[in-house]
């Protein structure tokens, strides 16, 4: 009998222990992805200007046309 209630035992921690584990890893996980929206962020390129020729547009040099 007492064999079944320290296996019954061991069991619960081990099902404990492995909860916890999945929930700081999904803590972990999202924290990741927080940090990677904030550093995706929006790039600046800076002033355009267009090309009278071919239309496109370009990246004005030193902000000087």
Not at 14 to 28: I, N, P, Q, R
Not at 41 to 54: A, C, E, F, H
Request: proline share 3%.
């Amino acid at each position: 009998m007492i064999q079944f209630v320290a296996a019954a035992a061991i069991g619960a921690v081990g099902v404990y222990a492995y909860s916890s584990f999945k929930k700081h890893m999904a803590a972990l996980e999202a924290e990741e992805v927080k940090k990677a929206e904030a550093a995706k962020g929006p790039k600046i390129v800076g002033d355009l200007k267009q090309d009278p020729k071919t239309g496109r547009y370009q990246v004005k040099k030193n902000g000087k046309e």
